[in-house]
């Protein structure tokens, strides 16, 4: 029975009554033992929150693939990119386990369990919105959401806390997402859940992932570096980011290997080609004036 109602206001004075730190997590060097350990700790600790009691099934579990391959156009390596589009998926794992919980394919060994990750995942805006919750608060909830895939794929008798057939997670997207970077040569890179490429009239990117079913947002006007697969550079929203290398801007940095060494190079080239725009747009508000 549900002794509380599952709204937001309820979801946050849970958060914030739970002893956690960012930091906890990420000192843990083995996140299969530590990190699941966790999981379940704060993932009970919301299901009893809610219910005063609660029903488990028991299924085989399965190991399956985690992730699917990154592509990259070989030709674009090394060049700087203008004008890029970049697709997100949001909450790309629990939304599939979502999709799939819906079509009767995934089962939560807790039948309360999902309802509530049910409504992590859809109100996770509203949330993390509250004036009243933390940012330790913001990390737990991101991180009970996220780790349900990867706690599911540890084998144990002892581990009972998941969802049944995650085989079936990575064949939901892995076609499509292939298809798409074999079909629409504008896609220059994807990586499960971020894909960049060239707004084309003749390709339409957007149009075509809506098969899947899963909410994504878009952001226009990127200049990118790409080094290699889960290494690239990128200057979105006037903010250059360094994705997979060391970052020659941070303190302590550590040269990176030869192999991606190009990454001082690229991140020049997009701070010049950022300041370029910044003062084209003054050129152009001038001469409106």
Known sequence: MK????????MVEFLNSRDYSIVQLKGMPPLIRTGYKDFREHTMAMIEYFFDEYTEVSFIKERAPMGAPTFIKKDIIQKPLRNLNELSFYSFYPNIILNLYIQGEVEFSIKEHAELFSFMVKE??????????????????RFMKNYLYGASNIESHIIKLGISNIEKIVPYYQDTLQELFDTHPNVIYLDVDIIY????DRYDVEGFIKKLDLPYGIK???NGFFLAKKRYIADIDGDIIVRGCNDPRKPGYRKNPPKFAAVETGLKLLEDMQMTRKLNKLICLSQTK
């Open 3 to 10: 002794i509380r109602e599952i709204n937001v206001d309820n």
């Open 220 to 222: 226009e006007d990127i």
């Open 197 to 200: 490429y060239h707004p084309d």
């Open 124 to 141: 996770l805006v509203e949330i993390e919105k509250h004036p009243d919750i933390t940012t330790d608060s913001k990390h737990l909830l």
